[in-house]
């Protein structure tokens, strides 16, 4: 009985996630400039519960501001450090560091973590939808919160990667176009 409820609970939560990564492309998005660094704080300190009996560090740098959606940027953070806590649950003390650069003229905001990391022969395939690195057994997900960062992403006409090495952590990095894929509408 206890795996039956536990297995129910985890297809609900992927339901969930499965209706939010079909919304992504239809939901009407409301450009305006949006304050990255304080979006990235606001989710860092939203992860406190997840921290909880931890000692984990974040490093939210000053970022260049964005022009988007601040609904759907949030989610972006949302996920990204959300994977950085969970990531760097097996470090005595969890560094997670998020920030922006500029590179030929295009801004990169980034995320980075020195979790448990992944070969990135593989990341090809993380930013698709169930696709995982890890056994669940060891961290939860449905494998669907980096397909709705692509995504995002994408809706704002930037693009997503990541650079990792096993047991060395990651970093995941975007970039936003203004106007996006669909102009605001």
Same mark, same amino acid.
């Given at each position: 009985?206890?795996?039956?409820?536990?297995?129910?609970?985890?297809?609900?939560?992927?339901?969930?996630?499965?209706?939010?990564?079909?919304?992504? @492309?239809?939901?009407? =998005?409301?450009? #305006? $400039?949006? %304050?990255?660094?304080? &979006?990235?704080?606001?989710? +860092?300190?939203? /992860?406190?519960?997840?921290?909880?009996?931890?000692?984990?560090?974040? @490093?939210?740098?000053? =970022?260049?501001? #964005? $022009?988007? %959606?601040?609904?759907? &940027?949030?989610?972006?953070? +949302?996920?990204? /450090?959300?994977?950085?806590?969970?990531?760097?649950?097996?470090?005595?003390?969890?560094?997670?560091?998020?920030?922006?650069?500029?590179?030929?003229?295009?801004?990169?905001?980034?995320?980075?973590?020195?979790?448990?990391?992944?070969?990135?022969?593989?990341?090809?395939?993380?930013?698709?939808?169930?696709?995982?690195?890890?056994?669940?057994?060891?961290?939860?997900?449905?494998?669907?919160?980096?397909?709705?960062?692509?995504?995002?992403?994408?809706?704002?006409?930037?693009?997503?990667?990541?650079?990792?090495?096993?047991?060395?952590?990651?970093?995941?990095?975007?970039?936003?176009?203004?106007?996006?894929?669909?102009?605001?509408?």
């Amino acid at each position: 009985m206890t795996r039956i409820c536990a297995n129910a609970e985890k297809m609900g939560r992927l339901i969930i996630d499965l209706l939010a990564l079909s919304r992504l @492309d239809r939901a009407a =998005m409301t450009m #305006a $400039t949006v %304050d990255m660094t304080a &979006l990235a704080r606001r989710c +860092a300190e939203e /992860l406190a519960p997840a921290c909880e009996g931890r000692d984990v560090v974040f @490093d939210i740098r000053g =970022m260049a501001p #964005a $022009t988007g %959606d601040e609904n759907l &940027l949030r989610e972006v953070f +949302a996920n990204l /450090l959300s994977n950085a806590v969970k990531y760097t649950r097996p470090r005595a003390q969890a560094r997670i560091e998020a920030g922006s650069c500029v590179s030929q003229g295009e801004t990169i905001y980034y995320v980075k973590d020195n979790g448990v990391g992944f070969d990135t022969a593989y990341a090809a395939n993380i930013f698709k939808p169930f696709t995982r690195l890890h056994r669940e057994s060891e961290f939860e997900g449905s494998g669907v919160g980096l397909s709705i960062v692509q995504r995002i992403a994408a809706r704002h006409g930037g693009r997503v990667w990541v650079s990792a090495r096993p047991d060395e952590g990651a970093e995941f990095c975007f970039t936003l176009m203004p106007g996006g894929e669909n102009d605001g509408k």
